[in-house]
T-cell receptor
């Protein structure tokens, strides 16, 4: 079985400040990890993913996440946030035995204030 | 390129009514999924279909049925809606070792 814990349900932050959204997972086998973003009243969009190779993965809009196997974490970071980053962020995990079935964390609402 | 299309976008049902949520994908993916999203609980898997002709239960299947009509289409049916099924429903599709692609969601209210 696999599970995901997002430690913060809400993260308020001022514009241009750095942010970290935490994600820890549990799995008995090798994992694939994802961060999805959901803007209000929309579906989920892939932000970035770790499948293999470099443990540091980046998105096109300045977010990055690092796969840490020893700490079973996949925290999402951005050095300087914008108002437009306000959204809900979901961490998800899957593995080869689970096909493509994603197990999601409870989500973190990022609120960027001017 | 439409991706994953869900219909309807909104629906209000009375307790005991039935309805079918439709989902279609045009990305030639083998796998399709139905999730429900509730506040603070993330997305939970209701049913999935690993390939055409197969379906399996996910984490929260009670009260739902599914049909994988063909490779493109995967429908979710509520036979007798209950207030506990008030939620946002998402259909997704994907292939092995890639990300899942999501539809825009169906917001269902059962009164």
């Amino acid at each position: 079985a696999q599970s995901v814990t997002q430690l913060d349900s809400q993260v308020p932050v001022f514009e241009e400040a750095p942010v970290e959204l935490r994600c820890n997972y549990s799995s008995s086998v090798s994992v694939y990890l994802f961060w999805y973003v959901q803007y209000p009243n929309q579906g989920l969009q892939l932000l970035l993913k770790y499948l293999s190779g470099s443990t540091l993965v980046e998105s096109i809009n300045g977010f990055e996440a690092e796969f840490n196997k020893s700490q079973t974490s996949f925290h999402l970071r951005k050095p300087s946030v914008h108002i437009s980053d306000t959204a809900e962020y979901f961490c998800a995990v899957t593995n080869n035995n689970a096909g493509n079935m994603l197990t999601f964390g409870g989500g973190t609402r990022l609120m960027v204030k001017p | 390129n439409a991706g994953v299309t869900q219909t309807p976008k909104f629906q209000v049902l009375k307790t005991g009514q039935s309805m079918t949520l439709q989902c279609a994908q045009d990305m030639n993916h083998n796998s399709m999924y139905w999730y429900r999203q509730d506040p603070g609980m993330g997305l939970r898997l209701i049913y999935y279909s690993a390939s055409e002709g197969t379906t399996d239960k996910g984490e929260v299947p009670n009260g739902y049925n599914v049909s994988r009509l063909n490779k493109r289409e995967f429908s979710l049916r509520l036979e007798s809606a209950a207030p506990s099924q008030t939620s946002v429903y998402f259909c997704a599709s994907g292939s092995q070792n890639t990300e899942a692609f999501f539809g825009q969601g169906t917001r269902l209210t059962v009164v």
